[in-house]
C-alpha cells in the first residue's frame, strides 16, 4: 500500500514543470566543412532537456535564454557550444569527426562515453537491430558481437534463443544473461518488438557486470528503447515489411518402392500403396508481416515523448504454427522544475501462437521426425476421411500432418513491463534518481485432442488440458549519484540500494473421457486428473557502489562494489559480495607517442571481477521440504542444506583498443580468463536416500579465450563507401572439479539409448560419451564397437569420449556497400570446430522395424561379405544403433545470414512529398548455408545451446529461408 501511495504523489506531480529564465528566439543554419546544409542536427540549450532539431536544409529555430550556451551535436561530426550572447541569429560550422570515441555507451546504472571506458563492453546500434524478419531481437544481432554466441532453439515461431557471453559457467544452475530493459531486470527479452530498441550493450567481464552482483554472473545484456528527441514537431514513423519462407534443404529419404524393398527384407506385409513424400506435405510456405508506427516528440515544458505500436505474424513453415504479436510502449520525461524530473516507461506485449511438436522421435509425437520416418505407403486420412493414418505395424505412430494438426493448442501470454521515476539534482554535481518497477507475465495454455481422430486420442475418450501460470517480480531501486570535475581530473561516484521480490503461480487441470454411453461427445469429460496449484516466492536486497576516476584522459580507474543477499539461501548464507575493479591507459595521450600522425587512439584496458549466481537451483532449495500429495497427506520431498550458498565466477580481462587513419580503422582484442567455483548441481544421491537428487555447491570450471573485433571504412568516397566489420572468438571450457563424492554427471537423454553426454572433470560441457563405431562386420553385417576395457563382449566400460559441441571459434563478417541512394549489406555467420550429435539418424539407419529410412541405408549391409559401413536390417534388434561416434558429425557452418538492398530517396525527393525519410528494401535470412551435417540444421539444438546438454539434434525444428520487401516512412 505504502508503495501504491507514493506513486500516486508522483503521478500527480508528473505533469508540473515551470520556466524561469527570460527567453529570446534564435534562428540559423547547421554546415559543415565544405558549405553544404547538415539536416537533423541536434540544437540542445546546454543544462537543461530544451532543444529542436535542424531540418532538411540544415536551418533551425530555438528559443532559449539570452545568456544561454547552445550545444550542437550531430554523427560524425565533433560537437560545438556556442554562447548566445543576446544574439537572435547564429549560423555555426560542425566539424568533421573521424572517430567515435565520444560516443556514449550505456553501463550498468549510468553511462560512459566510449573512449573512457575500461571494461569488455560491446554497442549495437538500432541500425543492425531492425528490419530484419525475426520474432526475437536477439536473433539479429547473432554473429555481430564478439564473445556473445546467440543460438536458435529451433526454427518455429516464437522459440528462444540461446545466448552465452564468455562460454557456460555453470552445469545446473542458469547460463543465460540478465536482461536490462531500460532499468527493468529480466530474464527473457523476447517479447520486444525490435524496432523499439535504440541500443544493445553487451556486459561481458566481470568488472562490467559486477555493478548487478548476483544477476550478472553470465554476462548482462542492457537493452534501452527510444526516446523522444528534442525536435519542434512530432516525428511520426512507419515501418512494415513482409516476406515469405521455405526450407532450404531436404532430407533424403526412400520413395516407395525403396521403401517396400526394406520392409519385404524385414519380413513386413500389407503396408499400403500410396505414394506419399510426407516433407512435401508436412513443410511449406511460410508468411510473415510486420507492422510498426510511433511518434516522438518533445514539448515546450522540458518533456519528451516516444509512442510506438506494432503487429507481427509469423506463420511457420510447418503448419499450423504461428505466432500473432501485438506490441504497445511508451517512454516519456518531464522536467517539473530546473532540478526535478520524472520518466515514465510502459511497454505491453500480447502474443498468441499455435504450436507444432519436434525435439522428439516419431513414437512421442514429434512432427519433424514423423514427416522423414512415416511409411510412404500410406495417406494422410483413412477411408472415412476423418481419421487420420498411423504407421500400420506401430500402433500410436501418427502420421506428421495428425501430430501437427489432430490437437488443437493455443498458447497466449500477455507481458507488462512498467517503470516510474524521479530525479532530483541538489546541486550540479549531486543528483538522487529513485524508481519503481513492474516486470508481469501471464500465460495462458488450451490443448484438446477429440476421441476419434488419433489412436491416442481414442484411448484417452478425449483430453483437454489447460494451465495457467502469472509470474510477477517488482523492483525499487535509489541511486545517489555524483559527478565532479576539477582541473585534469574527473571524479564520479554511484551509491545505492534496491529491494526486489518475486511472486509465481501455476495452476493447470486435465480432463478425459468425453465420450457417453452411446459414443456421443460429451461437454465435459468424466475423469479429471488430481492436480494441486503450485506458487513461489524470492526476494532480494542489494547494495552497491561504484567510482569513476580520469585523470588527463589518460588514466583511468573504476571499482564497483555489490552486496547481494537472496532468499533462496539460509541466513547464514544468504549475502554474496562482488567487487571489481578496472583501470585503462591511453597511450596514445603520451608525449613519445605525439610523432605518430596516423594514430587516432591506443588505449590498453586490465580489470578483475567477481560475481554470483543463484538461479535454476529452485527458490527453496536450502530447505527440507513436504508436498501436499491430492489426499491431503504430506510426503518427505526434498533434503535440507543449510550449508548451501552462492556460485561464485572470478574474470580477469586484458583489453586493447585502437583507432588509427582519422577512425578508418578500429581494432579491439581483449583476453580472458573465468573461473566458478562452489558451482550449483543437482548431484543424484544414493538411492539409499530416498530421494532422486539434492541441490548442491560441488565443484569448478574454466573458460578462458580471446576476442578480436575489426572494423575498417575501406573505400570512402563522394558517391561510393565500402565499410566492413569482422569479429573473431575463442572460448575453451572445462570443468575442472566435480567435487569428492560425483566422479560424473550424464546429460543429452536419447530415447530407448544411454545418454549422449557425461561431465567430467578436465572435460568440457557437452562432451560427447558413447561407443567408438568401427565399422560392419562383412560377416554377419552387424555394427562393430571398440573393445576398450579388454573384456569380451561389448559393455558400458567400452563407452569412451567422442566428440564436443564446444565450438573452437565463431565468427561473423559484415559489409556495408553505399552508391549514390542505394545501399547493400551482406552479414555472414559461422561456426567452426564444433560437433553435433545426430540423434535423428538413429531413427533413419536403425532398420529395425516399420519406420521409413534414410537413404543412406540403400547402402546397407545385404549378404555375407558385402562391404559397407551401413549395418543390416536386423528387426527388433537396436544394437546397430547405439549411443556411438556414428552419429557424431561436423557441426561447423558458414552462413550468409543476412542480405539486405535498400534504396534512400534522397533530399529532393523527399521536399517534394514533405517527408523526412523514404527507404524500401529488399531483405533475405538464412539464404546460404556451407556445412558437412546432414541434418536439417546445422544451430538448433534439442536441449538448448548454452546448457551441458548442447549439440543435440533430435528431430528439432529448422530454421528457414526468408526472402521479405520493406519500406520505412518518416514524416
Known sequence: MKRILTLLMILSCYGFSSTYAQNISITGTVTDGTGLSLPGVSVQVKNSTQGTAADVNGNFSISAPSNATLVFSFIGFQTLEEPVNNRQTINVTLTEDNTTLNDVIVIGYGSQAKKDITTAVTSISADEIQNQPVTNPLQAIQGKAAGVQITSQSGKPGSGVAVSIRGNTSITASNSPLYVIDGITSRDASFLNPNDIETITVLKDASAAAIYGSSGANGVILITTKKGKSVGTPQVAFNAFTGISNLWKKQDVLNRDQYLDLMTELGYTDLGSKNVDWQDETFGTGVQQNYQASVSGATNTGGNYYISGGYLQDKGIVAPSILNRYTASFNGSQSATDWLRFTANVAITRSNSVDVSDNAGVARGGTILSALTTPPTIGIFEEDGITYTQNPYKGGWENPIANAFAAKNSNKNTRFLGAFSAEIDFTKDL?????????????????????????????????????????????????????????????????????????????????????????????????????????????????????????????????????????????????????????????????????????????????????????????????????????????????????????????????????????????????????????????????????????????????????????????????????????????????????????????????????????????????????????????????????????????????????????????????????????????????????????????????????????????????????????????????????????????????????????????????????????????????????????????????????????????????????????????
Open 431 to 971: 543528483s538522487f534518481k529513485s524508481s519503481i518497477s513492474i516486470n508481469q507475465s501471464k500465460n495462458d495454455y488450451d490443448y484438446w485432442l477429440n476421441p476419434f481422430s488419433t489412436d491416442y486420442g481414442r484411448q484417452q475418450e478425449g483430453i483437454a488440458r489447460t494451465n495457467h501460470t502469472d509470474d510477477k517480480v517488482w523492483l525499487n531501486e535509489n541511486l545517489l549519484n555524483y559527478n565532479k570535475t576539477f582541473g585534469d581530473h574527473a571524479f564520479t561516484a554511484t551509491a545505492g540500494m534496491s529491494l526486489q521480490e518475486s511472486d509465481w503461480k501455476y495452476r493447470n487441470t486435465e480432463v478425459t473421457r468425453f465420450l457417453g454411453e452411446n459414443g456421443e461427445l460429451l461437454t465435459e469429460g468424466t475423469s479429471v486428473v488430481p492436480t494441486l496449484p503450485q506458487r513461489a516466492q524470492w526476494s532480494k536486497r542489494s547494495y552497491l557502489a561504484r567510482v569513476t576516476y580520469n585523470y588527463l584522459g589518460k588514466y583511468l580507474l573504476s571499482s564497483n562494489f555489490r552486496a547481494d543477499g537472496s532468499s533462496r539461501f539460509a541466513p547464514d548464507q544468504r549475502y554474496g559480495y562482488f567487487p571489481s575493479v578496472s583501470a585503462g591507459w591511453r597511450i596514445s595521450s603520451e608525449d613519445f607517442m605525439s610523432n605518430l600522425d596516423n594514430l587516432d587512439d591506443l588505449k590498453l584496458r586490465a580489470s578483475w571481477g567477481q560475481v554470483g549466481n543463484d538461479e535454476g537451483i529452485g527458490d527453496y532449495a536450502y530447505l527440507a521440504l513436504y508436498n501436499l500429495t491430492t489426499q491431503g497427506s504430506y510426503s518427505f520431498a526434498q533434503l535440507a542444506n543449510p550449508d548451501l550458498t552462492w556460485e561464485k565466477t572470478t574474470q580477469s580481462n586484458l583489453g586493447l583498443d585502437l583507432t588509427m587513419f582519422d577512425g578508418r580503422i578500429s581494432f579491439t582484442a581483449d583476453a580472458y580468463l573465468k573461473k566458478t567455483d562452489n558451482l550449483l548441481v543437482n548431484v543424484q544421491l544414493p538411492p539409499s536416500s530416498g530421494f532422486p537428487s539434492q541441490a548442491l555447491n560441488v565443484g569448478s570450471m574454466e573458460n578462458k579465450g580471446f576476442e578480436f573485433l575489426l572494423s575498417t571504412r575501406n573505400i570512402q568516397r563522394d558517391n561510393f563507401s565500402w565499410s566492413s566489420d569482422i569479429n573473431l572468438s575463442v572460448n575453451k571450457n572445462e570443468v575442472t572439479s566435480l567435487g569428492t563424492s560425483t566422479k560424473s554427471l550424464d546429460f543429452g537423454g536419447i530415447y530407448e539409448r544411454t545418454s549422449a553426454i557425461k561431465i567430467e572433470a578436465g572435460r568440457p560441457l557437452g562432451s560427447f560419451y558413447g561407443y567408438v563405431f568401427e565399422g560392419v562386420d562383412p560377416e554377419t553385417g552387424n555394427a562393430v564397437y571398440k573393445d576398450i576395457d579388454g573384456v569380451p563382449g561389448i559393455t558400458a566400460d567400452d563407452r569412451t569420449y567422442i566428440g564436443s559441441a564446444q565450438p573452437k571459434f565463431t565468427y561473423g563478417f559484415n559489409n556495408t556497400l553505399n552508391y549514390k541512394n542505394w545501399g547493400l549489406t551482406l552479414f555472414f555467420q559461422g561456426v567452426q570446430g564444433n560437433d553435433m550429435f545426430n540423434a535423428s539418424r538413429i531413427d533413419l539407419e536403425s532398420m529395425n522395424d516399420s519406420k521409413n529410412q534414410s537413404t543412406a541405408v540403400l547402402d546397407r549391409w545385404k549378404k555375407a561379405g558385402d562391404i559397407s559401413n551401413i549395418p543390416g536390417a536386423n528387426l527388433n534388434n537396436t544394437d546397430n544403433t547405439l549411443t556411438s561416434s556414428r552419429f557424431v558429425e561436423n557441426g561447423s557452418y558458414l552462413r550468409l545470414k543476412t542480405a539486405t538492398l535498400s534504396y534512400n530517396f534522397g533530399d529532393s525527393f523527399l521536399a517534394k512529398t514533405k517527408l523526412s525519410k523514404l527507404m524500401v528494401y529488399a531483405t533475405g535470412y538464412n539464404l546460404l548455408t556451407v556445412t558437412d551435417y546432414t541434418g536439417f540444421d546445422p544451430e538448433v539444438n534439442q536441449y538448448g545451446a548454452n546448457g551441458p546438454s548442447m549439440g543435440v539434434d533430435y528431430g528439432t525444428y529448422p530454421q528457414s529461408r526468408t526472402f521479405m520487401i520493406g519500406i520505412n516512412v518518416g514524416f
